[in-house]
């Protein structure tokens, strides 16, 4: 087209008129504006014939017209062209050539008229002919049809280092070289070669480009290759793409494909390739695509994007364009636009029309003058024969062939939306061999498309469907022929798969790199021979290397003596990267020949497995040996089995051949220890060896600083790994810190997978390497005030060190870089030093001073003393020490609040001192001090001394408010106080430096709080004015009560809640010192001895009377213990024994048991402490009377056998010891040594005990239990109070309901564990309309068991079950068959399910009937839809059965009111046509109503049966003839409508009626008859019925108003729902069923109003009630609103909620409403921004299982392990494995936990998940063997002892008699190995 127009320009220049000479500078100047003229109106009259003639070539050329007719319709010169009669065409002028008006149509359609009136059919036929398509026009796009600069749509296969693959249409493939991506990128490329550094902004392809992105591409070369195969260059620069734009045919809307150029700092430069254009793309604009696309916060140069034009600017220099996913998905091309057959470009989405329809595709219209046509492969999911002409669809540019000018378009729906993902094939699927494909069509000149036998379409090119072009037969490929043929490749812009029928590549053993595995055996064709190596082809385009190393088991010197070009090898395969296309192959004979296990992963590197290897790195260290794929480990010099003079590197060689054996293997860190001593015993020899192969390789010098990972906790320290070399090292507990109570916090909260920072390296000690944490030491190393040599050492140098040991004699002290000093007892404090340990602790942080050297033995003499080493502010010092420890306290809390989920943790970050809580009373000790309880401090113990209640008298239950003075985190202990001064103090502005009087309230390690006398605020007051002040004489310590002088330091208190002061130096001033606390009875007893025996006879005094037992004094030092079991023979049930004894009574007893001090257990008399022990005493009669021997520990008594006497269903006498307010449970005692438990369902069967009982159990009370069990711990008795002992059929219990499950019922939890399940249809002896309303969450309910099995627990609350006595009525009686139905018998029951053939009718959990459509109503019912808006899930019905089937299981049930008496569920009112059924009901209907009139006249006194009131009352009428008369009906019946005369007048004033009576009453007929009647019957009515209706409605009217008065009353109306908003504003329930009654009348706009009304109504404060709104609103937008609505309302929600709820909640509203699309992408969203919530990843994992994309859930799991923070990973493996069980593969589950028990052995939680897990999916066998492996770990006795318990109850469930005893013994054995291991 251009080189026309340049010669269209040549001729006319020749043709143009010549201007004469101008005679005036005039004339000049207008001849030169002429001329300007005559050129501008020339070019554009050029420009408007080439859009002329583009716009028209297509429909000309599709007709089959030659250019010969264009000529003769446009001539451009020289002999005029004739028609077929011979005349001369007449040629058109340019004053009658307007090409874009309506003149020449006219004109046209003119002479037809006049010249072809005899033959206008047969010129419509021709044009109809001319619009027909041929088959040639359906080729397809073949190698040699394309051609250079031809447009193509593609798709990007694969993204390589310099190329990338693009997938092409009908099967072809393409590269786009790195060099032609934009002029931008190729700039930065050429920059890179230029300076060969790497270049800022230079990304790699694979950054910039994705699988599955579509791209606009032009073709630059076509090849064919040396070795025959074919070569499609492409270019995706703008430039080439755009090449046909210029600036004059950009338009707004325009949708072009553009690449990143510069980045500015607004926005960014875009080239689109058309000259002269700057397309500009602000950076607000690319937002959106961040988001959509989640490519990070920035574009990149060289990344390509569709542009959509917003603004055209300067006539189209200037253009401003927008990336927005949703603009650009939308965007279609339009004629406005003015495109161009030369300016179409593929990708354009179009609107067209179907022209034609034939079985090789259809031809379509578009754009107003252009033709196209979609082949077979491209019409999406549907057939040919689903399209008609005169269609309209929407369709997509594939490409515009330029020499045929045919345009190809697409109907698949993923291409339609520009800027879309494609998806790409499971790469198993490729190398499938199909035996039977059918061939769906053939084009001769590309391929043939076959079906394969799973209905998948798949393309085979021309030269795939033969080995030879010569042994090709066309005639082999008719449709409906059937092949073998071998899956090679898929096509993704055709969504087809691509095969070949060539035998060669069915036989071949693999086909890409993909199907090569590490360890497989190959025969390869050498091809090339290269100093590095030697190049082998295996096959197709597969080639492999043999690195120099692996040509023989020996180097070979020259290889090409044994190798040449074109031998056949075997070899192994040593790895295989697909992604970079790299094999690797040995020729080593030994491995390729051996027959031991390949190891080929670090996973597959078992303790003991034997296998092959080769030496890579030979060291003194020892070996490193390298197996298949990378797999390397290291043999350590001593399992060379060498002679210890020998080494290493002498005796092995690089790339010898060795047999070796696996030690150890860590797969997480890649570690693997290897032995070549092939021995039995060489795993035992080192099963505890570590990997020292980093230790050889990397040392740390002191001083470095680096991260580690915790591995795992010691008892004095932490097993660490340095970062990023992962070398083991050491970090002791006493280095966390320089003060010794946060060393001990830090270890108590560290946990494994802990990343610490900055840590110190201490030293490097033969491998060992120790770190530090101390900040004084790093900073001392950093500061440089460290000595590395003894040289450098200098008396009276100041040294940061910490303490090494502790002698007699003195201290030593170690500094960094291992230097260490003595410190002699005198010079260790100022104060005298008695014992050396009292002074200091190993590894606590210290500053010493150098005091004398000793250079002869290298030894040197430190001092200590705080005179010596501390500087001259001491109060600075003691400041910054507890500024530290303030600090790091916090950071501990930090690390609390996010590593412990547990009450106990989060409750003491919360907390501080100075904080008041509300506690209650929990018990008063015997020294004064009271221990409290409550919600503020709900799991710690609060404390308060007796000096602290502040004179205030509790007792136990008191409600109480307290002051925080101090917190004991390792203790979950808390220290507050009562005092009033404290809790409430004064206001006063302090002044730093001033002194104040204060008195000590607490005295805590580090250090004192004390209150200010003067406010009553709380201070902090440091002990310790230095790191060595560590010791105080007791008259030095400050002790509570104690009143001090103190300087202020800060006026603020900081995080930690005090006050800052220190001592003032003055003298201080102390108050009189508070009587001691009273001692206990362990202290004063622990030192005195005794020479009791079991059985002696003592006599004593009662010293203290305590609930549950008696101290009695038996001589003057001696006290015994009298437990309220040893008191009475017989106690009486509610009883108290212990009060029968009095204080100061004589009593008599016997020795029956002593109980050790310390740990309160009881001792046998052989034991040799027996004499020290408390005696425990009895004062039964039948025990003075040696009728029995009760003796409370035997020699080898422990607790289980202590229990063992206690049966299931026993029944004991219990005491009370206390009640837990907190875990609600009562604590017991049995005897002296035998405690119990009851849980909170099992103290009574009263609620009302329930909910108070502390009141009702008094502490020392006797009860009577029944036995349950022991515990988990097996210590302590499980007990009832309630007698129940195990659930069984008939038990009734109490329960607390746990979950409401609307339309289902209650889920329970019941006592014992269990769960239970209460159907609709046992809540009550009464269905009711609402069956749920009723329950909530944590309401306490009486139930009985209906079963027990199978896990399941289902129970009734039916009031005829839970209480039988009584007898009371019961309604709806239990169904639990179908014997106990009866035909005709009415029942009622819920409805289930509405379907379209009728309503599912559930009678009881497992009968259930069915409602035919004939059934429910009279009318006739179009569809379910109609049915489904009066009749819902959960609504309760009345229905008689009509037939019963026991055979089929099936009641057929009728709710017509002729059959049940009741209205019809769908209302006249509807106007529906009666069925044909309904015919007799008519005539009845007429009857009664007749009938009815018929009473009105004679005057009876009951309500008029009016055509006004016609809103049913005929039906009424109707069932009373049938079945009783009229009159004595009526009375009892009760009908929801307002019973007045017709003549009332009070309806505008009646808008408060019931819904029932207003619809009733809009109901009824207005026409002018019925009005007439009415009129004629009101003026007949006496005075005396006027006055008995109006009392009839004063009485109504009364009704009504009690009606809205009464609280149960359903809200009917808006009125009514506004009143309940009004009254409970923040009631999200309301605002919900508000907007239900709206949408229930579809009234949405109104739903709306309210949802935003109760946003702006409810408090901010509830945010709970604003969520629920958010989501209802979401809700609403989804079913009833657009896409847009819907995402304004999401984007509200994020800015006032919490952004994952809102996330996760629209999630689920998705996924409910089938929008499976837009969940997958907003989950998608989420794992972006919330990347560390694993509840995401949990969701989405559990998403995609469920849809059945179980390839997709797998890769999410190592997509979440690299976003998750460590210690989150085994938490989230375990839960996504159990998805996995759930709904996806069981078999990958269990290779999930499989896995992850291999690497965390003794992680019981994760046992115990695996082992439900595969109890419920597994088989026995399966299930056997996992507890086998289980209780053979090496765990705890304990945690073992829960395993066996599991094992044995699973065996007595589903085993045998001998599978139970095998697990018998199997316990036993464990026991007995215990103990003898012991023993030894």
């Given at each position: 087209?251009?080189?026309?127009?340049?010669?269209?320009?040549?001729?006319?220049?020749?043709?143009?008129?010549?201007?004469?000479?101008?005679?005036?500078?005039?004339?000049?100047?207008?001849?030169a504006?002429?001329?300007?003229?005559?050129?501008?109106?020339?070019?554009?009259?050029?420009?408007?014939?080439?859009?002329?003639?583009?716009?028209?070539?297509?429909?000309?050329?599709?007709?089959?017209?030659?250019?010969?007719?264009?000529?003769?319709?446009?001539?451009?010169?020289?002999?005029?062209?004739?028609?077929?009669?011979?005349?001369?065409?007449?040629?058109?002028?340019?004053?009658?050539?307007?090409?874009?008006?309506?003149?020449?149509?006219?004109?046209?359609?003119?002479?037809?008229?006049?010249?072809?009136?005899?033959?206008?059919?047969?010129?419509?036929?021709?044009?109809?002919?001319g619009?027909?398509?041929?088959?040639?026009?359906?080729?397809?796009?073949?190698?040699?049809?394309?051609?250079?600069?031809?447009?193509?749509?593609?798709?990007?296969?694969?993204?390589?280092?310099?190329?990338?693959?693009?997938?092409?249409?009908?099967?072809?493939?393409?590269?786009?070289?790195?060099?032609?991506?934009?002029?931008?990128?190729?700039?930065?490329?050429?920059?890179?070669?230029?300076?060969?550094?790497?270049?800022?902004?230079?990304?790699?392809?694979?950054?910039?480009?994705?699988?599955?992105?579509?791209?606009?591409?032009?073709?630059?070369?076509?090849?064919?290759c040396?070795?025959?195969?074919?070569g499609?260059?492409?270019?995706?620069?703008?430039?080439?793409?755009?090449?046909?734009l210029?600036?004059?045919?950009?338009?707004?809307?325009?949708?072009?494909?553009?690449?990143?150029?510069?980045?500015?700092?607004?926005?960014?430069?875009?080239?689109?390739?058309?000259?002269?254009?700057?397309?500009?793309?602000?950076?607000?604009?690319?937002?959106?695509?961040?988001?959509?696309?989640?490519?990070?916060?920035?574009?990149?140069?060289?990344?390509?994007?569709?542009?959509?034009?917003?603004?055209?600017?300067?006539?189209?220099?200037i253009?401003?364009?927008?990336?927005?996913?949703?603009?650009?998905?939308?965007?279609?091309?339009?004629?406005?636009?003015?495109?161009?057959l030369?300016?179409?470009?593929?990708?354009?989405?179009?609107?067209?029309?179907?022209?034609?329809?034939?079985?090789l595709?259809?031809?379509?219209?578009?754009?107003?003058?252009?033709?196209?046509?979609?082949?077979?492969?491209?019409?999406?999911?549907?057939?040919?024969?689903?399209?008609?002409?005169?269609?309209?669809?929407?369709?997509?540019?594939?490409?515009?062939?330029?020499?045929?000018?045919?345009?190809?378009?697409?109907?698949?729906?993923?291409?339609?939306?520009?800027?879309?993902?494609?998806?790409?094939?499971?790469?198993?699927?490729?190398?499938?061999?199909?035996?039977?494909?059918?061939?769906?069509?053939?084009?001769?000149?590309?391929?043939?498309?076959?079906?394969?036998?799973?209905?998948?379409?798949?393309?085979?090119?021309?030269?795939?469907?033969?080995?030879?072009?010569?042994?090709?037969?066309?005639?082999?490929?008719?449709?409906?022929?059937?092949?073998?043929?071998?899956?090679?490749?898929?096509?993704?812009?055709?969504?087809?798969?691509?095969?070949?029928?060539?035998?060669?590549?069915?036989?071949?053993?693999?086909?890409?790199?993909?199907?090569?595995?590490?360890?497989?055996?190959?025969?390869?064709?050498?091809?090339?021979?290269?100093?590095?190596?030697?190049?082998?082809?295996?096959?197709?385009?597969?080639?492999?290397?043999?690195?120099?190393?692996?040509?023989?088991?020996?180097?070979?010197?020259?290889?090409?003596?044994?190798?040449?070009?074109?031998?056949?090898?075997?070899?192994?395969?040593?790895s295989?990267?697909?992604?970079?296309?790299?094999?690797?192959?040995?020729?080593?004979?030994?491995?390729?020949?051996?027959?031991?296990?390949?190891?080929?992963?670090?996973?597959?590197?078992?303790?003991?497995?034997?296998?092959?290897?080769?030496?890579?790195?030979?060291?003194?260290?020892?070996?490193?040996?390298?197996?298949?794929?990378?797999?390397?480990?290291?043999?350590?010099?001593?399992?060379?089995?060498?002679?210890?003079?020998?080494?290493?590197?002498?005796?092995?060689?690089?790339?010898?051949?060795?047999?070796?054996?696996?030690?150890?293997?860590?797969?997480?860190?890649?570690?693997?220890?290897?032995?070549?001593?092939?021995?039995?015993?060489?795993?035992?020899?080192?099963?505890?060896?570590?990997?020292?192969?980093?230790?050889?390789?990397?040392?740390?010098?002191?001083?470095?600083?680096?991260?580690?990972?915790?591995?795992?906790?010691?008892?004095?320290?932490?097993?660490?790994?340095?970062?990023?070399?992962?070398?083991?090292?050491y970090?002791?507990?006493?280095?966390?810190?320089?003060?010794?109570?946060?060393?001990?916090l830090?270890?108590?909260?560290?946990?494994?997978?802990?990343?610490?920072?900055?840590?110190?390296?201490?030293?490097?000690?033969?491998?060992?390497?120790?770190?530090s944490?101390?900040?004084?030491?790093?900073?001392?190393?950093?500061?440089?005030?460290?000595?590395?040599?003894?040289?450098?050492i200098?008396?009276?140098?100041?040294?940061?060190?910490?303490?090494?040991?502790?002698?007699?004699?003195?201290?030593?002290?170690?500094?960094?870089?291992?230097?260490?000093?003595?410190?002699?007892?005198?010079?260790?404090?100022?104060?005298?030093?008695?014992?050396?340990?009292?002074?200091?602790?190993?590894?606590?942080?210290?500053?010493?001073?150098?005091?004398?050297?000793?250079?002869?033995?290298?030894?040197?003499l430190?001092?200590?003393?705080?005179s010596?080493?501390?500087?001259?502010?001491s109060?600075?010092?003691?400041?910054?020490?507890?500024?530290?420890?303030?600090?790091?306290?916090?950071?501990?809390?930090?690390?609390?609040?996010?590593?412990?989920?547990?009450?106990?943790a989060?409750?003491?970050?919360?907390?501080?001192p100075g904080?008041?809580?509300?506690?209650?009373?929990q018990?008063?000790?015997?020294?004064?001090s009271?221990?409290?309880?409550?919600?503020?401090?709900?799991?710690?113990?609060?404390?308060?001394?007796?000096?602290?209640?502040?004179?205030?008298?509790?007792?136990?239950?008191?409600?109480?408010?307290?002051?925080?003075?101090?917190?004991?985190?390792?203790?979950?202990?808390?220290?507050?106080?009562?005092?009033e001064?404290?809790?409430?103090?004064?206001?006063?502005?302090?002044?730093?430096?001033?002194?104040?009087?204060?008195?000590?309230?607490?005295v805590?390690?580090e250090?004192?709080?004390?209150?200010?006398?003067?406010?009553?605020?709380?201070?902090?007051?440091?002990?310790?004015?230095?790191?060595?002040?560590?010791?105080?004489?007791?008259?030095?310590?400050?002790?509570?009560?104690?009143?001090?002088?103190?300087?202020?330091?800060?006026?603020?208190?900081?995080?930690?809640?005090?006050?800052?002061?220190?001592?003032?130096?003055?003298?201080?001033?102390?108050?009189?010192?508070?009587?001691?606390?009273?001692?206990?009875?362990?202290?004063?007893?622990?030192?005195?001895?005794?020479?009791?025996?079991?059985?002696?006879?003592?006599?004593?005094?009662?010293?203290?009377?305590?609930?549950?037992?008696?101290l009695?004094?038996?001589d003057?030092?001696?006290?015994?213990?009298?437990?309220?079991?040893?008191?009475?023979?017989?106690?009486?049930?509610?009883?108290?024994?212990?009060?029968?004894?009095?204080?100061g009574?004589?009593?008599?007893?016997?020795?029956?048991?002593?109980?050790?001090?310390?740990?309160?257990?009881?001792?046998p008399?052989?034991?040799?402490?027996?004499?020290?022990?408390?005696?425990?005493?009895?004062?039964?009669?039948?025990?003075?009377?040696?009728?029995?021997?009760?003796?409370?520990?035997?020699?080898?008594?422990?607790?289980?056998?202590?229990?063992?006497?206690?049966?299931?269903?026993?029944?004991?006498?219990?005491?009370?010891?206390?009640?837990d307010?907190?875990?609600?449970?009562?604590?017991?005692?049995?005897?002296?040594?035998?405690?119990?438990?009851?849980?909170?369902?099992?103290l009574s069967?009263?609620?009302?005990?329930?909910?108070?009982?502390?009141?009702?159990?008094?502490?020392?009370?006797?009860?009577?239990?029944?036995?349950?069990?022991?515990?988990?711990?097996?210590?302590?008795?499980?007990?009832?109070?309630?007698?129940?002992?195990?659930?069984?059929?008939?038990?009734?219990?109490?329960?607390?309901?746990?979950?409401?499950?609307?339309?289902?019922?209650?889920?329970?939890?019941?006592?014992?564990?269990?769960?239970?399940?209460?159907?609709?249809?046992?809540?009550?002896?009464?269905?009711?309309?609402?069956?749920?309303?009723?329950?909530s969450?944590?309401?306490?309910?009486?139930?009985?068991?209906?079963?027990?099995?199978?896990?399941?627990?289902?129970?009734?609350?039916?009031?005829?079950?839970?209480?039988?006595?009584s007898?009371?009525?019961?309604?709806?009686?239990?169904?639990?068959?179908?014997?106990?139905?009866?035909k005709?018998?009415?029942?009622?029951?819920?409805?289930?399910?509405?379907?379209?053939?009728?309503?599912?009718?559930?009678l009881?959990?497992?009968?259930?009937?069915?409602?035919?459509?004939?059934?429910?109503?009279?009318?006739?019912?179009?569809?379910?839809?109609?049915?489904?808006?009066?009749?819902?899930?959960?609504?309760?019905?009345?229905?008689?059965?009509?037939?019963?089937?026991?055979?089929?299981?099936?009641?057929?049930?009728?709710?017509?009111?002729?059959?049940?008496?009741?209205?019809?569920?769908?209302?006249?009112?509807?106007?529906?046509?009666?069925?044909?059924?309904?015919?007799?009901f008519?005539?009845?209907?007429?009857?009664?109503?007749?009938?009815?009139?018929?009473?009105?006249?004679?005057?009876?006194?009951?309500v008029?049966?009016?055509?006004?009131?016609?809103?049913g009352?005929?039906?009424?009428?109707?069932?009373?003839?049938?079945?009783?008369?009229?009159?004595?009906?009526?009375?009892?019946?009760?009908?929801?409508?307002?019973?007045?005369?017709?003549?009332?007048?009070?309806?505008?004033?009646?808008?408060?009626?019931?819904?029932?009576?207003?619809?009733?009453?809009?109901?009824?007929?207005?026409?002018?008859?019925?009005?007439?009647?009415?009129?004629?019957?009101?003026?007949?009515?006496?005075?005396?019925?006027?006055?008995?209706?109006?009392?009839?409605?004063?009485?109504?009217?009364?009704?009504?108003e009690?009606a809205?008065?009464?609280?149960?009353?359903?809200?009917?109306?808006?009125?009514?729902?506004?009143?309940?908003?009004?009254?409970?504003?923040?009631?999200?329930?309301?605002?919900?069923?508000?907007?239900?009654?709206?949408?229930?009348a579809?009234?949405?706009?109104?739903?709306?109003?309210?949802?935003?009304?109760?946003?702006?109504?409810?408090?901010?404060?509830?945010?709970?009630?604003?969520?629920?709104?958010?989501?209802?609103?979401?809700?609403?937008?989804?079913?009833?609103?657009?896409?847009?609505?819907?995402?304004?309302?999401?984007?509200?929600?994020i800015?006032?909620?919490?952004?994952?709820?809102?996330?996760?909640?629209?999630?689920d509203?998705y996924?409910?409403?089938?929008?499976?699309?837009?969940?997958?992408?907003?989950?998608?969203?989420?794992?972006?921004?919330?990347?560390?919530?694993?509840?995401?990843?949990?969701?989405?994992?559990?998403?995609?299982?469920?849809?059945?994309?179980?390839?997709?859930?797998?890769?999410?799991?190592?997509?979440?392990?690299?976003?998750?923070?460590?210690?989150?990973?085994?938490?989230?493996?375990?839960?996504?494995?159990?998805?996995?069980?759930?709904?996806?593969?069981?078999?990958?589950?269990?290779?999930?936990f499989e896995?992850?028990?291999?690497?965390?052995?003794?992680?019981?939680?994760?046992?115990?998940?695996?082992?439900?897990?595969?109890?419920?999916?597994?088989?026995?066998?399966?299930?056997?063997?996992?507890?086998?492996?289980?209780?053979?770990?090496?765990?705890?006795?304990?945690?073992?002892?829960?395993?066996?318990?599991?094992?044995?109850?699973?065996?007595?469930?589903?085993?045998?008699?001998?599978?139970?005893?095998?697990?018998?013994?199997?316990?036993?054995?464990?026991?007995?190995?215990?103990?003898?291991?012991?023993?030894s």
């Open positions: 087209m251009l080189s026309h127009t340049k010669i269209t320009h040549a001729s006319t220049k020749a043709r143009r008129p010549k201007l004469t000479d101008p005679s005036t500078p005039g004339e000049k100047v207008r001849e504006s002429l001329l300007v003229e005559l050129r501008r109106k020339y070019w554009e009259r050029i420009y408007e014939l080439r859009v002329y003639l583009e716009r028209w070539s297509s429909v000309l050329t599709r007709g089959k017209t030659t250019m010969s007719s264009i000529e003769e319709n446009f001539p451009r010169g020289g002999t005029q062209k004739t028609t077929q009669d011979g005349k001369a065409a007449k040629q058109p002028t340019m004053d009658q050539d307007n090409l874009f008006k309506t003149h020449e149509e006219r004109t046209l359609k003119r002479k037809k008229t006049q010249q072809d009136q005899a033959k206008p059919k047969k010129l419509k036929t021709e044009k109809k002919a619009l027909k398509t041929n088959a040639k026009d359906f080729e397809l796009l073949t190698f040699e049809s394309l051609t250079d600069g031809m447009l193509v749509l593609g798709c990007v296969k694969e993204c390589n280092e310099y190329e990338l693959t693009i997938s092409l249409p009908n099967g072809l493939s393409g590269n786009v070289q790195v060099t032609h991506i934009c002029e931008a990128y190729s700039k930065k490329l050429s920059e890179q070669v230029a300076t060969d550094k790497p270049v800022e902004g230079l990304s790699p392809l694979s950054e910039l480009f994705s699988p599955g992105m579509l791209l606009r591409c032009a073709v630059i070369d076509v090849e064919k040396a070795e025959g195969h074919r499609i260059q492409l270019s995706i620069n703008p430039k080439d793409v755009n090449k046909a210029n600036i004059a045919a950009l338009r707004t809307g325009m949708l072009l494909s553009g690449c990143v150029s510069s980045v500015e700092d607004h926005g960014y430069l875009i080239d689109i390739g058309v000259h002269a254009a700057k397309a500009f793309l602000p950076r607000e604009k690319a937002q959106s695509y961040f988001q959509s696309k989640e490519k990070g916060a920035e574009l990149k140069i060289g990344q390509y994007l569709n542009c959509l034009i917003d603004e055209v600017k300067n006539s189209g220099r253009i401003r364009i927008s990336i927005s996913q949703s603009e650009v998905a939308s965007a279609i091309a339009t004629e406005m636009q003015n495109w161009t030369c300016s179409l470009l593929p990708g354009l989405v179009v609107k067209a029309q179907i022209q034609e329809v034939t079985s595709g259809i031809s379509l219209s578009f754009l107003s003058s252009f033709t196209g046509v979609v082949d077979s492969m491209h019409l999406g999911s549907k057939k040919p024969r689903n399209y008609s002409p005169g269609h309209k669809v929407k369709a997509c540019i594939l490409f515009v062939n330029p020499t045929s000018k045919t345009v190809r378009l697409s109907l698949r729906p993923v291409i339609l939306q520009p800027g879309t993902q494609l998806g790409h094939l499971s790469s198993d699927r490729i190398g499938t061999v199909v035996t039977h494909s059918r061939v769906k069509s053939f084009h001769k000149n590309a391929g043939a498309v076959f079906t394969l036998d799973d209905g998948t379409l798949a393309f085979a090119h021309l030269k795939q469907l033969s080995d030879t072009p010569k042994s090709f037969r066309p005639e082999a490929f008719k449709p409906g022929s059937m092949h073998k043929c071998r899956i090679i490749d898929y096509s993704p812009i055709d969504d087809l798969l691509l095969l070949s029928l060539k035998q060669r590549i069915i036989d071949a053993p693999f086909l890409r790199y993909h199907d090569i595995h590490p360890g497989q055996i190959v025969e390869g064709t050498v091809f090339a021979l290269k100093d590095f190596g030697m190049q082998v082809k295996v096959g197709g385009h597969i080639k492999g290397l043999v690195p120099r190393l692996h040509l023989a088991d020996v180097v070979l010197k020259q290889p090409e003596k044994k190798y040449s070009v074109g031998n056949t090898v075997k070899s192994r395969v040593l295989c990267s697909p992604d970079t296309k790299m094999l690797i192959l040995t020729l080593k004979k030994i491995l390729v020949t051996s027959k031991l296990p390949i190891l080929a992963s670090y996973e597959d590197a078992k303790p003991g497995l034997v296998t092959h290897g080769f030496v890579v790195c030979a060291r003194e260290f020892g070996c490193i040996v390298k197996f298949y794929n990378d797999v390397k480990g290291l043999v350590p010099k001593n399992e060379l089995g060498l002679a210890p003079i020998t080494i290493p590197q002498e005796a092995f060689y690089e790339g010898q051949v060795v047999k070796v054996i696996v030690l150890k293997c860590e797969p997480e860190q890649e570690r693997l220890l290897l032995s070549f001593k092939l021995t039995d015993n060489a795993l035992a020899e080192d099963s505890t060896g570590e990997d020292v192969s980093k230790k050889g390789e990397v040392t740390y010098e002191t001083g470095q600083v680096a991260d580690v990972k915790i591995l795992k906790k010691k008892e004095n320290g932490l097993e660490v790994k340095i970062l990023p070399d992962e070398v083991s090292a970090l002791p507990t006493m280095h966390l810190s320089d003060h010794v109570t946060n060393c001990r830090w270890w108590h909260w560290l946990k494994g997978n802990e990343i610490l920072h900055n840590v110190i390296c201490l030293h490097d000690k033969e491998g060992h390497i120790t770190l944490r101390k900040p004084a030491i790093i900073s001392a190393i950093e500061g440089g005030n460290v000595v590395k040599n003894f040289s450098d200098q008396p009276g140098l100041l040294l940061t060190g910490y303490v090494r040991n502790i002698m007699p004699y003195g201290v030593f002290v170690e500094f960094p870089y291992g230097l260490t000093g003595l410190v002699p007892k005198s010079a260790m404090s100022d104060k005298f030093v008695t014992n050396t340990k009292d002074h200091f602790v190993i590894g606590q942080t210290v500053i010493a001073k150098v005091t004398s050297i000793d250079e002869e033995k290298k030894r040197f430190l001092s200590l003393k705080v010596d080493c501390s500087s001259e502010d109060v600075f010092e003691s400041c910054s020490l507890l500024f530290q420890y303030f600090k790091e306290l916090q950071e501990i809390k930090s690390i609390m609040s996010k590593r412990d989920s547990s009450s106990v989060q409750k003491i970050c919360e907390l501080k904080q008041r809580l509300q506690l209650v009373v018990e008063v000790k015997a020294d004064g009271v221990l409290f309880s409550g919600t503020g401090a709900s799991g710690l113990t609060a404390e308060a001394s007796h000096r602290h209640l502040g004179g205030k008298k509790v007792v136990m239950g008191d409600q109480a408010t307290a002051v925080i003075l101090h917190m004991d985190s390792l203790k979950s202990k808390v220290y507050v106080s009562l005092q001064e404290l809790l409430s103090p004064k206001q006063k502005t302090l002044i730093a430096d001033s002194q104040h009087l204060a008195v000590v309230q607490h805590a390690s250090y004192a709080v004390a209150s200010l006398t003067e406010t009553g605020q709380l201070i902090a007051i440091p002990l310790a004015s230095h790191f060595n002040d560590t010791f105080r004489f007791d008259s030095e310590k400050m002790k509570v009560g104690q009143s001090v002088m103190v300087v202020l330091k800060t006026t603020e208190a900081g995080d930690h809640g005090l006050l800052l002061a220190v001592l003032s130096p003055k003298k201080r001033r102390n108050m009189i010192r508070l009587r001691q606390e009273s001692e206990t009875l362990e202290e004063t007893s622990a030192m005195i001895k005794h020479s009791l025996s079991l059985g002696d006879m003592v006599t004593g005094t009662v010293k203290s009377v305590r609930p549950t037992f008696v009695v004094t038996l003057d030092k001696l006290i015994g213990n009298i437990h309220a079991s040893q008191i009475l023979d017989d106690v009486p049930i509610g009883s108290f024994p212990t009060s029968k004894l009095k204080v009574q004589k009593v008599t007893a016997r020795v029956i048991g002593g109980r050790d001090v310390k740990t309160h257990r009881y001792l008399i052989s034991h040799p402490y027996f004499t020290q022990t408390i005696p425990e005493l009895s004062i039964q009669p039948r025990e003075l009377k040696g009728e029995s021997n009760t003796a409370l520990c035997s020699e080898d008594c422990n607790t289980e056998e202590m229990l063992k006497p206690f049966k299931p269903g026993q029944m004991v006498t219990c005491f009370v010891k206390k009640y307010t907190i875990k609600k449970w009562l604590e017991v005692e049995v005897t002296a040594n035998v405690r119990g438990r009851v849980q909170p369902l099992l069967p009263n609620t009302k005990v329930l909910k108070h009982a502390e009141k009702y159990f008094k502490k020392g009370q006797a009860l009577a239990a029944t036995v349950v069990g022991s515990d988990i711990t097996e210590t302590k008795l499980c007990l009832s109070l309630t007698g129940v002992h195990s659930l069984e059929k008939g038990t009734i219990v109490l329960g607390y309901i746990k979950k409401v499950i609307p339309h289902v019922g209650l889920t329970i939890m019941l006592p014992f564990g269990k769960t239970g399940k209460a159907s609709l249809f046992h809540l009550s002896d009464s269905f009711v309309e609402q069956p749920l309303e009723g329950f969450t944590g309401q306490l309910v009486k139930c009985c068991v209906l079963s027990n099995d199978d896990n399941i627990t289902k129970v009734s609350l039916r009031q005829s079950r839970v209480n039988p006595k007898h009371g009525k019961v309604e709806d009686c239990e169904i639990m068959s179908l014997d106990n139905v009866q005709g018998q009415l029942v009622r029951g819920y409805v289930t399910s509405v379907t379209p053939s009728g309503i599912f009718f559930g009881s959990d497992s009968v259930v009937g069915q409602i035919p459509l004939e059934y429910i109503t009279h009318l006739f019912v179009p569809d379910q839809h109609t049915c489904a808006k009066f009749v819902h899930v959960g609504q309760l019905l009345t229905a008689k059965v009509l037939r019963i089937n026991k055979e089929e299981n099936h009641v057929e049930l009728s709710v017509l009111p002729k059959d049940t008496g009741r209205p019809s569920i769908i209302p006249e009112s509807l106007g529906l046509p009666h069925s044909e059924m309904d015919t007799n008519k005539k009845l209907k007429k009857r009664n109503s007749s009938e009815c009139e018929q009473e009105v006249k004679r005057g009876k006194k009951r008029r049966c009016t055509e006004g009131d016609d809103s009352i005929e039906v009424y009428c109707r069932e009373e003839e049938e079945e009783v008369k009229y009159e004595k009906s009526s009375k009892g019946r009760e009908v929801p409508r307002l019973k007045v005369s017709a003549s009332f007048t009070w309806e505008e004033g009646l808008n408060v009626l019931d819904t029932t009576i207003l619809r009733e009453r809009e109901q009824s007929s207005s026409s002018e008859e019925d009005e007439e009647d009415t009129q004629l019957t009101t003026k007949k009515q006496t005075r005396q019925n006027k006055e008995l209706e109006k009392q009839r409605a004063e009485k109504e009217l009364s009704k009504l009690a809205l008065m009464d609280p149960t009353r359903q809200p009917q109306s808006a009125d009514d729902f506004d009143r309940l908003v009004l009254g409970n504003p923040d009631s999200s329930i309301l605002w919900l069923q508000y907007m239900a009654f709206h949408l229930q579809t009234e949405i706009e109104k739903a709306r109003a309210v949802a935003e009304r109760a946003l702006k109504t409810i408090s901010f404060r509830e945010e709970q009630e604003k969520l629920n709104v958010w989501v209802a609103l979401l809700n609403l937008e989804n079913l009833y609103g657009t896409e847009e609505a819907l995402m304004k309302v999401f984007e509200r929600a800015q006032y909620n919490e952004p994952l709820k809102v996330f996760q909640q629209l999630a509203i996924a409910d409403s089938e929008k499976y699309k837009q969940a997958d992408d907003l989950y998608n969203t989420m794992l972006k921004r919330f990347r560390q919530e694993k509840s995401v990843w949990v969701k989405y994992t559990s998403f995609l299982l469920k849809r059945g994309q179980v390839e997709a859930a797998h890769r999410l799991l190592p997509r979440a392990l690299k976003c998750l923070p460590n210690k989150e990973h085994v938490d989230v493996i375990s839960k996504l494995a159990q998805l996995e069980f759930r709904f996806g593969d069981p078999g990958h589950g269990k290779a999930i896995n992850t028990l291999s690497t965390y052995p003794k992680r019981t939680d994760i046992w115990s998940v695996y082992i439900d897990m595969m109890i419920k999916h597994g088989s026995q066998k399966e299930v056997r063997e996992v507890f086998e492996r289980v209780i053979h770990l090496s765990l705890a006795p304990k945690k073992m002892k829960f395993f066996f318990k599991r094992y044995l109850e699973y065996e007595k469930t589903y085993g045998t008699a001998e599978t139970v005893q095998a697990v018998k013994a199997a316990a036993l054995e464990y026991v007995e190995s215990k103990n003898s291991l012991a023993e």
